[in-house]
């Protein structure tokens, strides 16, 4: 299952492509997509939306998965956040994939094991499970640990699904 993970920020969404068969992860890319400041916010939401769309067409994706985001102490910086994550949540639909979102501490918890988490334990776990992957930045390492979130949840879940059809639909 090749899986896309998304890291939205106006500036900066990370993007993480992983495989995952049956517990075995392996990385494939990452990077991030950038948007211009001095652009109007209508212009930086096309950069994400165009940036997201190239990823997607390049290594196509079976699934998705976005991290959720919560307040931040700046109204106005947390609306714009908002838009991105719309867009982080849009491209991917417009493409038909399942789109999952994961809490920031339900991600941390899957990769390092605690839900407070610091960015350097992140980004030294997702080096470890994913052997060989040089990670571009800090928002590319956050994405894919939102990819290796997915590819726990999601595979424990299509295992249930499995079982349940097996078991004649009863649990």
């Not at 090749?2 to 993007?15: I, V």
């Not at 390492?141 to 997915?150: G, N």
Request: aromatic share 4%; proline share 4%; net charge neutral.
């Amino acid at each position: 299952m090749r899986l896309l993970g998304l890291d939205p920020g106006l500036r900066h969404t990370g993007w993480g492509i992983i495989e995952a068969e049956g517990n075995s992860l392996r990385h494939l890319a990452n990077g991030a997509v950038a948007s211009d400041a001095s652009l109007d916010l209508a212009g930086r939401l096309v950069q994400l939306f165009e940036g997201i769309e190239k990823v997607i067409a390049e290594w196509q994706p079976q699934e998705a998965a976005v991290e959720e985001t919560f307040v931040n102490k700046n109204p106005v910086s947390t609306l714009k956040l908002g838009q991105a994550r719309g867009i982080a949540l849009l491209v991917p639909a417009l493409h038909n994939l399942a789109v999952e979102e994961y809490a920031p501490n339900k991600i941390k918890k899957s990769v390092v094991g605690a839900g407070h988490a610091g960015k350097e334990q992140i980004h030294a776990m997702v080096s470890m499970l994913l052997p060989g992957c040089k990670i571009a930045n800090e928002h590319a390492a956050d994405a894919l640990a939102v990819a290796i979130c997915h590819a726990h949840y999601a595979g424990s879940r299509r295992h249930l699904g499995k079982a349940i059809t097996m078991a004649g639909g009863k649990v």
